[in-house]
Each structure stands twice: as C-alpha cells, then as structure tokens.
C-alpha cells in the first residue's frame, strides 16, 4: 500500500512509497484511511528534529490525527462493524506498565516508555489503510465523517478543560471569563468547547483581521489582535478578571505573561510545545508572589485518553447543533496524498490542513454506506 514515511532524525526524508500492507491478528480491526490532519507534530517529524520508528523498521509511517472506515473486522472485535466510522487513539500504554498507563490514563504516563502512533515507535495513519485493536478505535456517527479528522486535536482541548475542571475542584468555582493564547486548531477548538459551556471567550492571536477572526466571532467569542494589545494585567484591566488562560502557541515567553492576567483564584494550562533553547528574563520575584497571594494555579497537559475521545466525539455533535457549518471553517485545506508536504506550510489564514486519502462518500447506494 501507498504510505507516507521519513527516516526519523533526518530532514527532508519525507516521502511517499509503498511498505508492505499490515498485518491482522484477532482483535484487530483493518481500517481504511480516509482523511488525515497535519499538525506541529507532524512538521517537526519531516524536520528530523522528532519521531522514532518502531524496533526492527528504519522508516516511520507518520500520520496521528486520523479519520477511517472500518474495511473488516477479526473475532473478538465485534463491537465494530464494517462502514462505522473510526478515529484512533494515538498514545499506547508502555509496557511495564506504570501505574498510570496500567489504570488506562497512558496520557498521564510515569516513565516516558509510551509509544504513539505515527510519533514514537509505532506507525502511523497516513497510509491507504490500518490495523488497529478494537479498544483504541472511537466509534462516530456517519454525520459527523466531515468533520471527524477534528476529533484528535479536539481530545487535547477536551483533556485541558477536564483537567481544569478537576483541578478546580480545590475551590467553589463558577469561571466567567477565558483568555486563549493562539488560533491554531487546539487553540480554536478550546475556544469553541468554553463557549459550549457559555463562558466570555476572549482568543488572543498575532494573525490581526481575517477569516481567523471571522471564526473566533462566529462562535460568539472575541479576537484580540496581540499585535495591538499586551498580555499582562493591563489587559484583565480592560476585559474583566480572567479565570482561565490556555496557552495553545507553544511561545513559551507568554506562559509567564499568562500568570501575569489571570485573576485570583484562576488557572494557566500549557499546552503548546516549545522545542527551542528560548531564554527569559522573568520578574520572578513578582510572579512568585502572584502565585502565592492569588492561589493561582498553572500546568502543563499532553495527549488525551479514551475518555477524552468519546467526549470529544459528543462534543463534536453539540458544536455542529450549535454553530452549524463552524466546525468544518477549520478545516482550511484538503491536500491529496502526493502533496503531503504542503500541509506542514502554514499561511496567515490556515487553521487545519488535512491529507485526504480516500474521498468521504455521503450517499449510499454503490458502497453500502448507512447514512441516511
Ligand atoms: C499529539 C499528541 C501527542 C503529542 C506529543 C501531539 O501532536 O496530538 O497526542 O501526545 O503530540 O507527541
Ligand atoms: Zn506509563
């Protein structure tokens, strides 16, 4: 089959070739790629400055952000039938396993021996078709196939509210006001999940007017143009007391400007990966006491576990319900598979580009979809 790999840890070693077709063990299910999401991960793979591939291969399939149709199914993976639409999961538990992967939160694992598909030991998705066992496939209903290839990046949004929410838990808390830092796809999609749940979104971005802005006020939130206005206590001045900041940019100098807007009591999630050797001077002395005096709260999350996905996957359905024809804005490029390597370029305008593999089919007839 045709598979999109690189030679991890060199530059430039993308390419598409054909490997051989995967194998099925019982309990596997073999998916059919349909479409495929290129984030930040994918483009530091292609720059050889990420990705490990699995023991024995000397390429790695990349590919995390999936979206598929199970093709057939082995014994002990009935829960799946063909035609239901599927989205992997992306992490697996390591193999000790360590208390945290044992008890199926591998997105919290302890000892780093984690492996994730299309990233770290194990292949990918960008590929005509995959095996996978059972219980790391998320069923979505046929409506949402447009715009499912959004489900990955939308569980570490879902993982950053759960975590904020737990967290939280420590105090009476009723948030009326969040702060995003950035509009890429997590940034964007943490902004529409705070505003399901009826909270004044504010998303703060370099890109300035366009059709990003357009999106953050279609979902009834605001844009702040970052090149107008500062992050710091100023800005909380001007807004009103912000009780969340979800750092989505991976410009880690604005983790420390974040702590310095939240309100007391508040909360910064970092979630945005900051590969460089950046360094800062900090008012560290103020921001010390900011934390302490203001019970204010900061930290970091990664990945995302099944729970995320099958609240990802309702979520997914309340958005389309709410803001019809939102959700599928973000979806700014569908790039045949030859032209893999456009997706990692991103314009002022991009928000999500996706590596179509296999057209979505709506209607029915010829390949026995049950869409109705
Ligand atoms: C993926 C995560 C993964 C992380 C680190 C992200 O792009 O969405 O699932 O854990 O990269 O490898
Ligand atoms: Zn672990």
Known sequence: MKAVVVAPGQAGSGRLQEVPDPTRRSGEVLVRVHEIGIDGTDAEILEGQYGEAPPGDDYLIIGHESLG?????????????????????????????????????????LNGLYTERGIKGLHGFLAEYY??????????????????????????AEKAVDQ????????????????????????????????????????????????????????????IWAEKRRLGHKLANEIGPVDIIFEATGYSPLAFDAIDTVAPNGIVCLSGVSGGGRRLEVSADHLNLELVLGNRVVFGTVNANRRHFESGARHLNEIEARWPGLLPRIITARLPIEQFAEGVLRGPNDVKKVVEVAPITVSGAIDGDERT
């Open 69 to 109: 149709r199970v093709e057939t199914v082995t014994d002990g993976a009935e829960d799946l039938a063909p035609g239901d639409w599927v989205v992997a999961m992306v992490r697996r538990p390591d193999p000790v396993p360590c208390r945290n992967c044992a008890a199926g939160e591998w997105d919290m694992c």
């Open 131 to 156: 095996v996978e066992q059972q219980r790391y496939l998320v069923k979505l209903p046929g409506e949402l196939a447009a715009v499912g290839v959004l489900l990955e990046p939308l569980t570490i």
């Open 164 to 223: 904020i929410q737990r967290i939280q838990s420590r105090l009476v808390w009723e948030p009326k006001r969040a702060v995003i830092l950035g509009s890429g796809p997590v940034g964007l999609l943490a902004a529409i999940l705070l505003r399901l749940q009826d909270l004044d979104v504010h998303v703060y971005d370099r890109a300035g007017p366009g059709p990003k802005s357009a999106l953050v006020e279609a979902m009834g939130a605001h844009y």
